[in-house]
């Protein structure tokens, strides 16, 4: 077993309007930043789990994103997957 | 003027309790996952932006999360920046 994290962005389908980015425009504007061209707002998750190899934490992080953390309808999902140090000693 | 995509990750600060990330944590057990360690939620927020140059934009990506995106109090930002193709012809 090893221990990996996976960094996992889940963002709105290109496709599908993004009322909290246009809100974050809007604010920055407000705010006096110039030259802002789009902002789309979404979730990062990082999860820590062990796995066998990274072949099964990948496949362990793809489940859990298609089963809980990411809805399919709106929302695609990209990770990156890095071996880390077990904490215990 | 060049056209940069800035991709932020806002996480809460380490020492910062995430009930949102135990709640995940609950879930992927319940749905069978096996060996979760830790999940930490947080924002990715993606932003489109003109500026000079790459240090003009990562000055400006800096203070919009110091000012808007981000709270200082409670968590952390980290980003990436490249720079893309204008969309315009």
Do not use: S, W
Request: charged share 30%.
């Amino acid at each position: 077993m090893a221990r990996y994290l996976a960094r996992i962005d889940i963002m709105l389908k290109v496709l599908v309007k993004d009322p909290q980015g246009l809100t974050v425009v809007d604010g920055l504007k407000t705010l006096g930043f110039d030259g802002i061209d789009d902002v789309r707002v979404g979730k990062h998750i990082e999860v820590t789990l062990d796995a066998g190899d990274q072949a099964a934490a990948e496949r362990a992080v793809t489940e859990m994103c298609d089963k809980l953390l990411a809805n399919p309808v709106i929302e695609d999902f990209t990770f990156e997957l890095a071996e880390v140090a077990a904490a215990e000693a």
